[in-house]
């Protein structure tokens, strides 16, 4: 098992958003949790890369333990977190943010080989790299904030609502490019509200609700669940 969560609970300020949620996620699989807004979604993503301290339950990763450690050394362990809102350094160019992202790598032949294959992923990005991220279309700097990521050569890649604000076209090419990074080799943790790309595209997935996982399956199972149907898909 690649990540484990067991039985975390989180509160901010004595308000629960998280109660007993407990799942994982295997070398190579997209894993996807859905739901809808305020469900905590985003806070699970942001316990596992320790933004937030988890009050109880614990958080492996590759068989370690690392709900306690400070979120500069989760990334060293390996995983990377792409938060909603993209998070930019909006005047420092693309090329400075890309290498923003290798701040944990030492060898720069290494860091300059990964920047050549973000290039390869994002075209866009390399015709464009002296320009600042904030005169980017919002397509574009979603692109540029997944490149950021995988600077730092992670394991898992966390993706935090990756469509969010983006038209249905570019939708389509987010989620291509999330199933391309899969298909190379990269584990991916999704949040994500457009829930049928998110369905579609996983292995398998949770439903959150008020802080509670209250089912799971395959991405499958769940697309053909008339839970899944009537309170997300509208059918």
């Known amino acids: 098992?690649?990540?484990?969560?067991?039985?975390?609970?989180?509160?901010?300020?004595?308000?629960?958003?998280?109660?007993?949620?407990?799942?994982?996620?295997?070398?190579?699989?997209?894993?996807?949790?859905?739901?809808?807004?305020?469900?905590?979604?985003?806070?699970?993503?942001?316990?596992?890369?320790?933004?937030?301290?988890?009050?109880?339950?614990?958080i492996s990763f590759k068989g370690k333990e690392i709900h306690n450690l400070p979120p500069y050394r989760v990334v060293?362990?390996?995983?990377?977190?792409?938060?909603?809102?993209?998070r930019l350094f909006g005047l420092l160019s693309i090329e400075k943010n890309l290498l923003l992202g290798a701040y944990t790598q030492k060898n720069k032949s290494s860091i300059h080989n990964k920047l050549e294959e973000i290039y390869a992923l994002f075209p866009i990005l390399k015709e464009r790299r002296k320009q600042l991220a904030q005169t980017l279309s919002g397509g574009e700097q979603q692109m540029l904030a997944v490149g950021r990521s995988?600077?730092?050569?992670?394991?898992?890649?966390?993706?935090?609502?990756?469509?969010?604000?983006?038209?249905?076209?570019?939708?389509?090419?987010?989620?291509?490019?999330?199933?391309?990074?899969?298909?190379?080799?990269?584990?991916?943790?999704?949040?994500e509200q457009n829930v049928r790309e998110a369905l579609e595209l996983c292995n398998r997935a949770y439903v959150l609700q008020t802080g509670r996982i209250v089912t799971q399956g395959s991405g499958k199972e769940l697309l053909s669940s008339d839970l899944i149907r009537k309170a997300y898909l509208g059918i």
């Open 76 to 86: 060293e362990h390996g995983i990377a977190h792409t938060m909603e809102g993209r």
């Open 1 to 58: 098992m690649m990540l484990e969560v067991r039985d975390i609970t989180v509160d901010y300020d004595g308000v629960v958003a998280l109660e007993g949620v407990s799942f994982s996620v295997e070398r190579g699989e997209v894993v996807s949790i859905i739901g809808p807004n305020g469900a905590g979604k985003s806070t699970i993503l942001r316990t596992i890369s320790g933004l937030l301290r988890a009050k109880s339950g614990s």
């Open 150 to 191: 995988l600077m730092a050569q992670p394991d898992l890649l966390m993706l935090d609502e990756p469509s969010l604000g983006l038209s249905p076209v570019l939708v389509k090419k987010i989620f291509e490019t999330v199933k391309d990074i899969n298909q190379k080799g990269m584990t991916l943790l999704l949040v």
